[in-house]
């Protein structure tokens, strides 16, 4: 386990000793796909480092009705909010894949947050990140259409392999909705346009931008 936390950068420049100290008080559990691991509004006594999979990071109201705050990778973390305050969780997690965590207890955290004030920075700036981004889907929300919206989400995580334009993620129709706040028929009109107007194609299950997609709809 200690080679997977070198790799968190939370922890970088931590002392094999401390590691070790890590390892020993945390433990790591694997959640199968679709697994809700934290529930919006309950007490917080545990954070989660992802080791492998992926998750997605919502909140909904009564009517189940989910926005997408954040879909992240290995090396990240959740739920170290509820640890500092003391408050319910302010959003939902759920498994997107089967994933594998180090869950770490709030004693052991904060103890080492104390201890550390590098540590304490770089959490304050991975908080800071997580406030800029909330403050920029916010905007975008109110200052932009559904296809704008779309449009960014795309471009953010779309990569380059080879010369080929490409979201890596699975993503579907309802999942894209989600994550922009839009409903699954808006996505599919625009898709379909995108589509037929020769900007995106799909391809085993992934898709691929093969034009500078059109700054409006």
Same mark, same amino acid.
Do not use: C, W
């Given at each position: 386990?200690?080679? *997977? +936390?070198?790799?968190?950068?939370?922890?970088?420049?931590?002392?094999?000793?401390?590691?070790?100290?890590?390892?020993?008080?945390?433990? %790591?559990? %694997?959640?199968?796909?679709?697994?809700?691991?934290?529930?919006?509004?309950?007490?917080?006594?545990?954070?989660?480092?992802?080791?492998?999979?992926?998750?997605?990071?919502?909140?909904?109201?009564?009517?189940?009705?989910?926005?997408?705050?954040?879909?992240?990778?290995?090396?990240?973390?959740?739920?170290?909010?509820?640890?500092?305050?003391?408050?319910?969780?302010?959003?939902?997690?759920?498994?997107?894949?089967? *994933?594998?965590?180090?869950?770490?207890?709030?004693?052991?955290?904060?103890?080492?947050?104390?201890?550390?004030?590098? +540590?304490?920075?770089?959490?304050?700036?991975?908080?800071?990140?997580?406030?800029?981004?909330?403050?920029?889907?916010?905007?975008?929300?109110? +200052?932009?259409?559904?296809?704008?919206?779309?449009?960014?989400?795309?471009?953010?995580?779309?990569?380059?392999?080879?010369?080929?334009?490409?979201?890596?993620?699975?993503?579907?129709?309802?999942?894209?909705?989600?994550?922009?706040? *839009?409903?699954?028929?808006?996505?599919?009109?625009?898709?379909?346009?995108?589509?037929?107007?020769?900007?995106?194609?799909?391809?085993?299950?992934?898709?691929?931008?093969?034009?500078?997609?059109?700054?409006?709809?």
């Amino acid at each position: 386990m200690a080679a *997977s +936390l070198k790799q968190i950068p939370l922890f970088s420049g931590l002392s094999d000793e401390e590691f070790a100290k890590i390892e020993a008080s945390s433990s %790591t559990k %694997t959640y199968n796909k679709g697994t809700i691991i934290i529930n919006e509004g309950d007490s917080g006594t545990s954070m989660y480092m992802l080791l492998s999979g992926r998750v997605k990071v919502f909140v909904s109201d009564q009517h189940g009705k989910e926005y997408i705050l954040a879909v992240l990778g290995p090396g990240e973390y959740v739920g170290e909010l509820a640890l500092l305050d003391d408050e319910p969780r302010t959003a939902s997690v759920e498994t997107e894949e089967q *994933s594998t965590f180090l869950v770490i207890q709030k004693d052991d955290f904060l103890k080492l947050v104390a201890a550390h004030s590098d +540590l304490q920075f770089k959490l304050m700036l991975n908080l800071v990140g997580r406030v800029r981004s909330l403050t920029e889907a916010v905007k975008n929300l109110a +200052l932009r259409d559904v296809y704008g919206r779309v449009r960014l989400l795309l471009e953010d995580i779309a990569v380059n392999r080879d010369g080929v334009v490409i979201v890596e993620e699975p993503l579907t129709q309802q999942a894209i909705a989600d994550r922009v706040g *839009s409903s699954r028929e808006m996505v599919a009109r625009i898709m379909k346009e995108l589509v037929y107007g020769g900007y995106v194609r799909i391809e085993n299950k992934r898709l691929i931008i093969l034009n500078k997609l059109p700054e409006n709809f």
